[in-house]
């Protein structure tokens, strides 16, 4: 026997629209305030994905509702062979039409994306995307209406910060290995480290040179591997 007409309203557009606006009213009741960081990506290699000098210009106000409410979860504080590491992790949910409206109108992508910062007043931390699990509440009434954003605690790396937020922008001025009491390092051409374009760097190294001078006295052929050709 097939289900009810009278309860099934998994189709029903309405009816998914009013849960929709329920949850919506939910966060701005219950959420904070916080600010998304979209990532940037200079010069980056499209072989490998990577992209050594990333930089953050641009700030968006956004409700989400702290799902991690008995405070943060993960590795938490604990001491590696290195130093001192600070593990925190919290859950933020943000719901998917209030990230379009707010961001997606600006930006180029429609969901929040590994990688990108969040910029949390309540403690002044910033937290870096890790994972976006988009079935989070599973298809209420047939359709799904936020993610959930897992975060870690962000751990800078030389990322420059351009936001016009002050508490943002500090992080580059506390931490940055490019800088010495707020004040940038330059090369001998007058260009700032931070801003030194990697590819053209890449460009001047001569590679093929030193390798042509090393075939002329190491033999790595398979008689002879590892000497320098007196065999």
């Known amino acids: ?77 604990l001491f590696s062979k290195f130093n ?26 429609q969901r929040p994306r590994e990688g990108d910062l969040i910029y949390f007043p309540l403690n002044g931390k910033i937290f870096e995307i890790k994972y976006v699990d988009n079935l989070a509440m599973f298809y209420q009434l047939g359709a799904l209406q936020v993610w959930d954003i897992e975060c870690e605690l962000y751990e800078y790396s030389n990322e420059r910060f351009d936001t016009g937020i002050p508490e943002v922008d500090q992080v580059q001025d506390l931490y940055s290995t490019a800088l010495v009491d707020g004040t940038a390092l330059v090369d001998d051409s007058g260009v700032t480290l931070s801003d030194i374009n990697l590819n053209a760097v890449e460009s001047t190294i001569d590679n093929d040179d030193l390798q042509s001078e090393s075939d002329g006295f190491i033999d790595f052929s398979e008689r002879d591997p590892f000497s320098e050709g007196q065999l």
């Open 84 to 109: 001192l590491e600070i593990r925190d992790r919290v859950t933020f949910t943000v719901t998917r039409r209030v990230f379009s409206e707010e961001i997606s109108t600006t930006e180029a992508f």
């Open 1 to 77: 026997m097939a289900t009810s007409v009278f309860f099934n309203n998994f189709a029903s557009s309405q009816e998914q629209l009013l849960i929709e606006n329920l949850i919506v009213e939910s966060i701005k009741i219950y959420g904070h305030d916080v600010l998304y960081l979209p990532k940037r990506l200079g010069n980056k290699d499209e072989i490998f994905g990577e992209a050594p000098s990333s930089f953050f210009n641009a700030s968006y106000l956004i409700e989400m509702y702290i799902k991690s409410v008995d405070g943060f979860t993960g590795d938490g504080t």
